[in-house]
């Protein structure tokens, strides 16, 4: 099963996009759907998180901007990103965190570049 995060691009600053997570078979028993970010020199930070019970976290630097939506039927978790800055330039990953039998498992999708304009 892999992950595949797609609707990054570029923006001008202010504006808005959407990114999605989809997965490419049946994953259970998913306790965390993340989404990260890696800017260009930087280390990868975790931006924001929603749980299985639908509790959510966010960044500071994204709190009243950002949401993370997701469809449990589909496996699948957005990131809507509003009122973009330039700073929130960087590749966007999704990461699922999920719990088998044999201990907690890591899924991480590919990636996609997100350009602010100033």
């Known amino acids: 099963v892999q992950l595949q995060a797609s609707g990054g691009g570029l923006v001008q600053a202010g504006g808005s996009l959407r990114l999605s997570c989809t997965s490419s078979?049946?994953?259970?028993?998913?306790?965390?759907m993340n989404w990260y970010r890696q800017a260009p020199g930087k280390q990868r930070d975790l931006v924001a998180t929603?749980?299985?019970?639908?509790?959510?976290n966010y960044a500071d630097s994204v709190k009243g901007r950002f949401t993370i939506p997701r469809d449990n039927a589909k496996n699948t978790v957005f990131l809507q990103m509003n009122s973009l800055k330039p700073e929130d330039t960087a590749v966007y990953y999704c990461?699922?965190?999920?719990?088998?039998?044999?201990?907690?498992?890591?899924?991480w999708g590919q990636g996609t570049q997100v350009t602010v304009s100033s």
């Open positions: 990461h699922y965190y999920v719990a088998t039998p044999w201990g907690n498992r890591d899924y």
């Open positions: 078979g049946s994953i259970f028993n998913i306790n965390a």
């Open positions: 929603i749980t299985t019970s639908g509790r959510t």
